[in-house]
């Protein structure tokens, strides 16, 4: 077992190489060790170069929603009308303390996700008169 530290983009690639070539060893022996050990490096590297940042709460909603195959009127009673679930989806209106609590139980989504800060849209400009037009 030669293991050494993931210091650049050719140590990971080499790293993934050799983890691919043992990733089936038997539990218990030399490969298997190496084959832990090279996980815990990878990770700790892919984490420290390639963050995955998290999603924001309205695209997390989303997705959470497609996941469940929800619709945007099984919201209503989380968020309290259609026009209102229609608003919060398309970042016109923040989620409240009372949304948040009540998406985290429906979605089974952690409130920390829900809390996260996100950039508002603003209501599209209008003439006086007209209809708002969808930007």
Known sequence: MNIKPIRDE?????????????????????????????????KHYESAVHPIEAPDPIAA???????????????????GSKSRVTEVLKKRRPLTVPMIHALSKQLDLSAGTLVQPYALRPYPQTRKGSKPVEA
């Open 10 to 42: 050719a140590d990971y690639e080499m790293a993934l190489a050799r983890l691919n070539e043992i990733f089936q060893a038997s539990a218990g022996t030399t490969e298997s060790d190496e084959a832990d050990v090279l996980v815990t490096l990878i």
């Open 61 to 79: 909603i989303r997705i959470r929603m497609e996941e469940k195959g929800l619709r945007n009127t099984d919201l209503v009673p989380a968020i």
